[in-house]
C-alpha cells in the first residue's frame, strides 16, 4: 500500500501513525476531517447486531455494483465480506491511504478492513497508433493493470513468469509491477530494477511510464529503455530475457535493458518474410545514419568541402543556390526549422486539421521559400529526405532524439566542413558508447561485438533457425 | 578503477592507438628512408614489439601502477609512474601536433578555425578522459572497421593504376640504416605505453595485444607499398600522408562523391582523436595512481590542458610538430617511455612479507 504520500499530506490533520480508535464513528469523523469532506465521500453507517458499521469510500473511485454485491449482501446476512482481497487497517495513514486508492474501509466492532471495490475505467485493447502493423494481432495495452496483464500472459502461457509489485515514492505513491521470466532474465538485471523501483526517491507526480523513464535515465537523448504499447512484443521481449515494467494507469509497458539496435525493429518484423524483414531492417539502419549526418553533409558540402562533389552537381547546387540570400548553413537551418515546426503544428492540432497543417507547411510554405529565393530546391529536398528517414525509425522517441542530434552537428559541420563531421560524430559515437541500460552496453552486439548477436539484429533470420532464447538484451521478437 | 574489456576492445585500442600514425604520417618517412622498399622497414619494428609485449603480458596479473607500487614501495614507485606520465605527456603533446597537422594538410583552413578546431580535439580528448577507458574502448571498436574499410577501398580502388614493377623488394639493406629505425621508435613507444590502462586482468592481454599490432603494422606496410606501386617512388617520397595522395591523385569516383579522399580524412581525423583520448586516458590513470588523493577530474584537466598549451607551443606550423618530433619526443621522451615499463614489469619482486608490509 502507498501509504507514504498519502501520510505526508494529512499529516497535517491527524497523525498518520495513529492507531485507529475503537470508535468507529469518531475514526469515521476524523477521516472524513483529513479528507476535507469532499462531496464524492461516502460515509454511511449500517447496524447490523449490535455492531454499527462505519463505511467510507469515494464514490468516483467505487464500483457501486462491487459494494453491493462485496460488502452490504454479506453484511445485511450478518456474515463478515468474504472477499479475498480485504485486508487489515490499523493506522489512520493506511485508512487514508486505502479510501484514495478506491478502496471501501469499513470500520466497526473493534474491527477495520477495507475491500477492493475499484471501479477501474477500461476501453477495449485497441491497436496502438503508434505501433500499427499490417500482419499481426491488433491488440494495444489499456489503462487497466489487471487487464494488461491478462493480455501478456495470453501471449505468454509461461508458469515461470512472474510479476512482482513495489510501491515507487513520488508526491503521490505508485505502484510499479516488474515483470519478467525467472531463469531467463539475468539476476543481476532484475535486482537493478528492482533497486531502482525501490530506492527512487522524487517529488514528482507519476501519472505514466514516460515519467519512470526519466527518472531512470534523465540525462539522455536517445531512449534507455523501450516503450510499447503491444503486449506481443512485450512477450517476446520477456522470452528474450528482458523485464518490463508497468504502472497502474498507464498503457505504454517499459522494457529494459534496451540496446540501440532494438530500436530500428518494430513487432512486425516478425510477422513478415525473413527475407523482407532482413531488407527492411537494412533500410531502417542507412535510414538512421541519414537522419543524422544528411543534412550536416551537405552543409559541409555546400561551404567547405566542395571537391566532395561532382563538378556537375556542384555546378547544379550553384545555381540553384545563386538567388538565396543566405549561406547554406542559415538555409539549411532554416528548413530544418520550418519542418520541425509544421511537424509539431500536426501533433499539436486534431486529425484532419492535422494533415491539413502538414500538406499546408510541406507544399505551401516549401514550394513558396523556394520560388520566392529564401531557401533553394537542393536544400528542400536534402532536409526533407533526411527528415523522412528519421521516420523511418520505428521508436517514437528514438527519432526525436537522433532528429535533436542534427542540429549541433550541421553548426559544427558549417564551421569545419568534414573534420567538424567526423569530430561531431564520433562525440555522438562516443556519447552512445558510454550509456549502459541496466548493465549491457547501448551499443552491442557493435561493442562489445558479438558475430552471432550482430548478425541476428541486423538480419531478420528464419524462425526454425533461432535459437530458442536470444542472448539477454541483443535482439527482439 | 578497473574495468573488464573484451578481447576485440583490447585489438581495437591498440589497433586504433597506432593505426591513425601508421597510415598517415609513418609510411611517407619509411619511403623516404626506404624507398621503394619502405613497407619492409615495419618487419623489424613489429617483431621487436612482439617480443616486447610477450614479454610484458605474459607475466603479470597487474596494471603497471600495481606493479610499480608493489615492486618499489610507495615512494619510488610513485616517482616512476611520475616520470612514465611525464614521457606519455610528451607524447600526447606530439599527437595533438599530428591532429593538427592532418587537419591543416588535408582541410585549408585559417589559423583561427584550426585553433578551435584543435581546440575541439582537446576537449575531446578530456571527454574521453572523464568517461573513461570503456568507453574510449567501445568507440574504438566501432571506429575500427569503418577507418579499415575506407584505407583498404581507397588501396584496392588505387592498385590496377599501380605499376607492378614497384611491387616487389629489391634489398633488405636499408632496414639496418639508422634513418629507418626511427619507426621502430615510434612503434615501440606506442605499444609499451599500453600497460597503462587500468584494465583487468593484462595477462589475457598477449593475443589481442599483438592482433592490434599486426593489424596496424600490416595497414602500415600496405599503404607504404600501394603507395610506392601507385604513385612511383619519387612522387611518393614527396607525399606528406601518401595514402591521402593516392585518394586523392588517383581515384576520382564520379557519381555522387568526386574525391575519395573526402571519406578517408574524416575516418583518419576521428581516428586521431580516439588517440588523442587514449593517451590522455594513460596520464591520469598514471597520475591518479602516483597522487592517489587527486581528484580525478582535476587531474584529467591538467593533463589535457598541459598538453594542449604544450602543442600549441609548436603548432600550428607543421615544422614545428616535426621538431617536436625530433627534438622532443625522440631524445627525452621515448627512452623512458620504452625503458620505465620494461624496468617495472621486469624488476624483480620483493619478498611477500616485506611487500606486504610496505604496500601503500
Redesign the interface.
Known amino acids: 500500500m502507498g501509504a507514504t504520500g498519502v501520510a505526508r499530506a494529512i499529516a497535517s490533520f491527524v497523525d498518520p501513525s495513529a492507531p485507529l480508535p475503537a470508535d468507529a464513528t469518531e475514526a469515521a469523523a476524523a477521516l472524513e476531517s483529513a479528507l476535507g469532506s469532499p462531496p464524492d465521500l461516502d460515509c454511511c453507517q449500517l447496524q447490523q447486531g449490535d455492531v454499527l458499521w462505519c463505511l467510507l469510500h469515494l464514490d468516483s473511485l467505487t464500483d457501486p455494483q462491487l459494494i453491493q454485491s462485496d460488502v452490504l449482501s454479506p453484511l445485511s446476512q450478518g456474515r463478515m465480506p468474504a472477499t479475498t482481497r480485504n485486508a487489515q487497517v490499523r493506522t489512520y495513514g493506511e485508512a487514508l491511504a486505502a479510501v484514495l486508492e478506491g478502496k471501501l474501509v469499513a470500520l466497526g466492532g473493534q474491527q477495520a478492513f477495507f475491500v477492493d471495490v475499484v471501479k477501474r475505467p477500461t476501453r477495449s485493447p485497441s491497436e496502438p497508433d503508434a505501433e500499427q502493423v499490417t500482419t499481426g494481432p491488433h491488440r494495444g495495452f489499456v489503462e487497466n493493470v489487471d487487464q494488461n496483464l491478462g493480455l501478456i500472459r495470453m501471449n505468454l502461457r509461461d508458469a515461470r513468469l512472474r510479476v512482482e509489485r513495489h510501491t515507487l515514492r513520488a508526491a503521490t505513491d505508485v505502484e510499479v509491477f516488474l515483470i519478467y521470466i525467472a531463469g531467463l532474465a539475468p539476476a543481476e538485471t532484475v535486482s537493478r530494477l528492482r533497486r531502482g523501483i525501490l530506492e527512487t526517491r522524487t517529488s514528482m507526480a507519476i501519472t505514466d511510464t514516460s515519467t519512470l523513464s526519466e527518472i531512470f535515465a534523465p540525462l539522455q537523448v536517445v531512449p534507455l529503455l523501450q516503450s510499447t504499447e503491444r503486449p506481443d512484443r512485450v512477450a517476446g521481449a520477456l522470452y528474450e530475457g528482458r523485464c518490463a515494467m508497468m504502472l497502474e494507469g498507464s498503457p505504454t509497458v517499459l522494457l529494459a535493458p534496451t540496446v540501440l539496435l532494438q530500436l530500428l525493429q518494430p513487432v512486425d518484423d516478425y510477422y513478415n518474410r525473413p527475407q523482407i524483414a532482413s531488407f527492411r531492417r537494412t533500410v531502417r539502419t542507412i535510414a538512421l545514419i541519414l537522419s543524422v549526418t544528411l543534412s550536416a553533409l551537405y552543409t559541409a558540402a555546400a561551404t567547405?568541402?566542395c571537391?566532395?562533389?561532382?563538378?556537375p552537381?556542384?555546378i547544379s547546387i550553384s545555381q540553384a543556390r545563386q538567388n538565396v540570400p543566405f549561406p547554406a548553413a542559415v538555409e539549411i537551418f532554416l528548413m530544418e526549422g520550418i519542418i520541425e515546426i509544421v511537424q509539431e503544428a500536426g501533433l499539436r492540432v486534431p486529425g484532419s486539421l492535422g494533415q491539413t497543417a502538414s500538406i499546408l507547411g510541406a507544399v505551401v510554405v516549401g514550394q513558396s521559400a523556394v520560388a520566392s529565393g529564401i531557401i533553394s530546391a537542393p536544400t528542400v529536398v536534402l532536409s526533407s529526405l533526411g527528415f523522412l528517414a528519421s521516420l523511418a525509425i520505428p521508436d517514437l522517441n528514438a527519432s526525436i532524439g537522433f532528429r535533436i542530434l542534427r542540429f549541433p552537428l550541421i553548426v559544427?559541420s558549417a564551421?569545419?566542413?568534414?573534420?567538424?563531421?567526423?569530430?561531431g560524430?564520433?562525440?555522438i559515437?562516443?556519447h552512445l558508447?558510454?550509456m549502459d541500460s541496466f548493465g549491457v552496453?547501448y551499443?552491442s552486439p557493435?561493442?562489445?561485438?558479438s558475430w552471432r548477436a550482430f548478425v541476428k539484429s541486423v538480419l531478420r533470420l528464419p524462425l526454425l533457425r533461432r535459437s530458442r532464447r536470444a542472448e539477454p538484451g541483443l535482439d527482439t521478437g | 578503477m578497473k574495468v573488464r574489456l573484451t578481447p576485440g576492445q583490447v585489438t581495437s585500442l591498440m589497433a586504433m592507438t597506432t593505426m591513425p600514425t601508421m597510415t598517415m604520417l609513418l609510411p611517407a618517412d619509411m619511403i623516404q628512408a626506404s624507398g621503394r622498399d619502405g613497407w619492409l622497414d615495419v618487419v623489424l619494428p613489429l617483431l621487436a614489439a612482439a617480443a616486447i609485449a610477450w614479454g610484458m603480458y605474459r607475466r603479470p596479473h597487474r596494471t603497471i601502477e600495481e606493479e610499480a607500487l608493489l615492486r618499489f614501495g610507495p615512494w619510488v614507485g610513485r616517482a616512476l609512474l611520475l616520470l612514465l606520465a611525464a614521457a606519455v605527456e610528451a607524447y600526447l603533446v606530439v599527437v595533438v601536433g599530428e591532429f593538427a597537422q592532418l587537419a591543416e594538410r588535408t582541410y585549408v583552413f585559417g589559423d583561427v578555425p584550426l585553433l578551435l578546431l584543435v581546440g575541439i580535439g582537446i576537449g575531446i580528448a578530456w571527454l574521453e578522459t572523464s568517461l573513461g577507458i570503456l568507453s574510449i574502448a567501445r568507440t574504438a571498436q566501432l571506429e575500427l572497421p569503418l577507418l579499415l574499410a575506407t584505407t583498404l577501398i581507397v588501396i584496392g580502388a588505387a592498385l590496377p593504376f599501380g605499376d607492378m614493377r614497384y611491387a616487389l623488394p629489391v634489398g633488405f639493406e636499408h632496414m639496418l640504416s639508422a634513418k629507418a629505425f626511427f619507426v621502430p621508435f615510434v612503434f615501440l613507444a606506442e605499444t609499451v605505453f599500453v600497460s597503462t590502462w587500468p584494465i583487468e586482468s593484462p595477462r589475457a592481454w598477449l593475443w589481442p595485444v599483438l592482433t592490434g599490432l599486426s593489424l596496424a603494422a600490416g595497414m602500415c606496410a600496405l599503404t607504404a607499398w600501394s603507395s610506392v606501386v601507385v604513385l612511383g617512388a619519387d612522387r611518393a617520397t614527396s607525399a606528406v600522408i601518401p595514402v591521402y595522395q593516392v585518394a586523392r591523385d588517383v581515384i576520382y569516383a564520379g557519381g555522387f562523391v568526386a574525391h575519395f579522399e573526402v571519406l578517408l580524412i574524416p575516418m583518419l581525423t576521428a581516428g586521431t582523436a580516439i588517440k588523442l583520448g587514449i593517451f590522455s586516458t594513460s596520464v591520469a590513470s598514471l597520475l591518479q595512481a602516483a597522487v592517489p588523493r587527486a581528484p580525478s577530474w582535476v587531474l584529467s584537466g591538467l593533463v589535457v590542458l598541459v598538453g594542449g598549451s604544450l602543442a600549441l607551443h609548436y603548432f600550428p606550423t607543421p615544422v614545428g610538430v616535426d621538431a617536436a618530433l625530433l627534438h622532443v619526443l625522440v631524445p627525452y621522451a621515448m627512452p623512458p617511455l620504452i625503458a620505465l615499463p620494461l624496468l617495472i614489469r621486469f624488476w624483480p619482486q620483493r619478498r611477500p612479507q616485506e611487500a606486504t608490509r610496505r604496500a601503500p
Open positions: 567547405i568541402n571537391e566532395l562533389l561532382p563538378a552537381l556542384f559544427i564551421v569545419f566542413g568534414l573534420a567538424g563531421l567526423a569530430l560524430s564520433m562525440l559515437g562516443l558508447a558510454s552496453s551499443l557493435l561493442t562489445p561485438f
